[in-house]
């Protein structure tokens, strides 16, 4: 399974991508970091995010795309710049059909380091470890891209199996595919 991560935000927005299944040892496909100026438009800055993550699922082609789940922060600012970079990403790995898997940040650091509260060293050293790299991928959005596409192939393995299985039923029906386990399309089951 290839899976691409995306640590969205609107500054720095990682995107990584490992291969492998659950239980054997991961391969890193690539990683990096999206910029957008500050002080550019609102507009221009997601045009921007969504050219360079629409680059990556052309080059990477993943099986499946694990985004952070936006949760609530003291910083609203901050919340809607993430939940903005993170709908671009979920909207354009669902252009092409492909199953989108939310992991809470707490829930990315126990998959990858035991801890649902480890700092963003302790995640990047695990990264390291795990995928075998000479170096700590930096800045930490690179490494929390990385970690997100491995929590993704380790713990959301059968969730998304489950998911493939409904956008096939949904897609053949004609209904829109459904992209998390346990969605459910306003229409169905009328």
Known sequence: MRVMGVDPGLTRCGLGAVEGRPGAPL??????????????????????????????????????????????????????????????????????????ALHTPSEVKAAITGNGNADKKQVGTMVTRVLRLDAMPKPADAADALALAICHVWRGAAQNRLAQAQALALAGRGRPVALQPGYRHPGAGR
Do not use: Y
């Open 27 to 100: 391969r890193m496909v690539a990683v990096g970091v999206v910029r957008t100026p500050a002080e550019d438009d609102i507009g221009a800055r997601l045009v921007a995010i969504e050219a360079e993550i629409e680059r990556w699922l052309d080059e990477i082609k993943p099986d499946a795309v694990a985004v952070e789940r936006v949760f609530a922060q003291h910083n609203v600012r901050t919340v809607m710049g993430t939940a903005q970079a993170s709908a671009v990403a979920i909207t354009c790995a669902a252009r092409r059909g492909l199953p989108v």
